[in-house]
């Protein structure tokens, strides 16, 4: 996975992981609210989601480790791979270089065109 494609995919799992936050404090909250509510079934599917949320909450707390490990891990490959072969790093720098100026000349020739 390149880096690029890794730093994505870690905003990617922390907005998710932020967002889960979110639901579980909502979760909470609504939980609160129907304290009230009297009846064997309303007590055990509160039960069922204060269980389910405490598990998902244990889970989430990993996440935001595991996304820094894993983005320390791909930053010291790539770190890796460009100290052991600079001139290849150069060369791949360049092309994707050219390829962003041809793409971004197209995209401007097209708007003239307009």
Known sequence: MTTSATQISSVTKEKLAEDLKVVGKDLQELIKATA????????????????????????????????????????????????????????IAAGVGVLLGLGLAAAVSLRRRD
């Open 36 to 91: 009230s509510v009297i009846g064997e079934k309303a007590a055990d599917a509160r039960a069922k989601v204060v269980e389910s949320l405490k598990v998902a909450q244990d889970k989430l707390s990993v996440v935001p480790e595991t996304v820094k490990a894993k983005s320390k891990e791909a930053a010291a490959v790539t770190d890796k791979y460009v100290r052991d072969n600079p001139w290849n790093a150069v060369g």
